[in-house]
């Protein structure tokens, strides 16, 4: 796997946020992904910005554009040092339902991303990495 | 704080996004248009977001949560103008907004919000054909 | 990408005859090559000035690779140039319709000319030994890279095609203003509903339609997994302002439905005829007979 751009940025505020939607937007279209793929990876690039904000406590943003053979595809990886998630289980639960309330924004994001994967320490903080292929 | 508009045309209020919104400003919005559907009486509410790319879980509730406030307060909402794309990202994310009336664009809602109000015609029924 | 094709023992920094033997002989080399593939068939008239090129290009590159030392790491840096040249032969030769034998045949049919060189040239049986295992090892893995990068292209023009067919067999057609309907032949698998939606919804906007009619008296199964895929397209459609009706439900189907406790919360209907009556009924229309019937200057 070839990494072929590499940016950080901090997911502190909701300025933060919109700021992730636009820059996750701009590798996506690099890496020639169609109008719905980008849309997806920038909405679940958001719900997990936004349990990073909200329950984090704040934390980073590392935004890959990578390369595997010929296909291209765009990384992201969510750290916090936040009180972590207690219940895996339960966050991830897929409810295909109107939705409200918790958790929906790791199952969602889990649903819109081909690669998705948490791991939390309770007290320690929480990774959320997730990636999407053209 | 920038502050999204809201006209109003005759008995309806009229909203829309331009602007990729941060939380405050959208919860802003909720507020605002609660406050105005009561001072203006209104009896339709529509919200153009047409020139939204990206609607998540945040802004989906938001919608629901307008549709629900203004529903109590006697007053229809109708949403128009959401991208393809959009609409794909949320079937797919698990938010059917099921509490929201939708139209395609502008003329289509405001026709909508005429057919519930005067019709007294509740969507369902129209269903049933 | 290929894998790299290691050998368990080698000797880590590599000399081998065979750069200077290229340069001495490339002429002969060259010439015995291009005789080789000829007599195996692997090409055509029209590939004569196209193959003369390639050929002497990897002996170029053939004869640098060597001569960097090492015949380990076909991935190596050093290699780069060979593994380019035969990107581009395999990748040609696919495209024509040539097997992966034939391709890779450009490259083992150097051996004959070389072994018949090294034999004229080498010092001792040892060395003839040594050089030959060499020189069979170096042009093995480069025949299979070829291969494997061949196939890999194959795989390639396969999915292209797959979405092709995927994007064809998904039309969306209007039978009124207003109406639309989309006929779905085959299994509704994410991919398919994916196209599906991309294509309704597209149609909805173009037309402004009010109605999708969905006709599933193609598809042969309907399990929890197709009625989620038509669910999620219903849904998507309606946040688009359009209602959808569902036709083409067979009587198995209906059982299904029923059995699995699936909730298709949305207007079903047995055929897409039944589906159509009930559309136009929605936006206003009503069919009527003709006051006086039709005749023909025959009648």
């Not at chain 2, 919104?21 to 339709?44: E, N, P």
């Not at chain 3, 593939?37 to 029209?46: D, I, L, M, Y």
């Not at chain 3, 047995?270 to 005749?295: H, S, W």
Request: glycine share 8%; with cysteine; charged share 25%.
């Amino acid at each position: 796997m070839i990494v072929e751009k590499d940016e950080t940025m901090p997911v502190r505020n909701a300025e933060d946020v919109v700021r992730v939607r636009r820059e996750v937007r701009t590798h996506a279209i690099g890496a020639g992904f169609n109008l719905v793929d980008q849309t997806k990876i920038v909405t679940a690039a958001s719900e997990i910005a936004r349990n990073t904000v909200d329950y984090g406590g704040g934390g980073m943003l590392r935004l890959e554009t990578v390369r595997l053979g010929a296909r291209r595809g765009v990384r992201l990886t969510f750290t916090d040092r936040g009180p972590g998630i207690a219940d895996l289980k339960l966050a991830l639960s897929d409810g295909y339902s109107s939705g409200s309330g918790l958790g929906l924004g790791l199952s969602g994001a889990k649903r819109l991303s081909n690669e998705f994967d948490v791991k939390s320490t309770p007290g320690e903080g929480t990774i959320v990495t997730l990636a999407r292929w053209k | 704080m920038e502050q999204i508009p809201i006209l109003k045309i005759g008995d309806c209020l009229l909203v829309s996004i331009q602007v990729d919104m941060h939380d405050r400003l959208a919860m802003a919005l909720q507020d605002d248009l609660t406050a105005k559907i009561v001072a203006s009486r209104a009896r339709g509410v529509m919200i153009d977001i047409s020139a939204l790319e990206v609607v998540d879980s945040f802004i989906g509730r938001m919608l629901n949560n307008i549709a629900a406030m203004s529903r109590v307060l006697d007053a229809v909402t109708v949403v128009v103008g959401m991208q393809p794309a959009v609409a794909i990202t949320l079937v797919e994310l698990g938010l059917a907004l099921t509490g929201v009336r939708t139209a395609l664009n502008v003329d289509k809602g405001l026709a909508l919000i005429r057919r519930l109000i005067e019709g007294g015609e509740d969507e369902f029924d129209r269903r049933k054909g | 990408m290929p894998t790299t094709l290691r050998m368990t023992k080698m000797p880590k920094k590599f000399e081998t005859a065979l750069p200077a033997l290229i340069d001495r002989h490339q002429k002969q080399l060259l010439e015995g090559w291009l005789s080789q593939q000829r007599n195996s068939g692997t090409w055509t008239a029209e590939d004569e000035s196209d193959t003369k090129s390639q050929t002497t290009r990897f002996l170029a590159e053939l004869r640098k690779a060597t001569a960097a030392g090492q015949i380990e790491d076909m991935q190596a840096r050093e290699w780069a140039g060979t593994r380019e040249l035969l990107e581009e032969v395999s990748r040609a030769r696919a495209l024509r319709g040539f097997t992966p034998s034939q391709t890779a045949l450009f490259v083992f049919s150097l051996k004959g000319p070389l072994f018949a060189l090294l034999r004229e040239e080498s010092g001792n049986a040892e060395k003839l030994a040594t050089e030959m295992w060499t020189a069979t090892l170096l042009l093995d893995r480069l025949g299979l890279y070829t291969i494997e990068f061949f196939l890999k292209t194959r795989e390639e023009v396969i999915a292209r095609q797959h979405a092709e067919m995927l994007e064809l067999s998904t039309p969306v057609v209007q039978l009124w203003e207003g109406i639309l309907a989309v006929p779905l032949i085959g299994t509704l698998d994410s991919a398919r509903t994916q196209v599906v939606m991309e294509n309704l919804l597209q149609e909805i906007v173009t037309t402004g339609a009010e109605i999708a009619i969905i006709d599933i008296t193609g598809v042969p199964t309907v399990d929890t997994l197709v009625a989620q895929h038509l669910l999620k397209t219903v849904s998507a459609a309606r946040l688009m302002g359009a209602d959808c009706i569902i036709s083409g439900i067979r009587p198995q189907i209906a059982q299904t439905i029923v059995h699995l406790g699936v909730d298709l919360s949305v207007t079903s209907k047995a055929t897409m005829a039944d589906a159509f009556e009930l559309a136009l009924r929605r936006v206003g229309k009503t069919v009527v007979d003709r006051a006086k019937p039709i005749r023909t200057p025959a009648e």
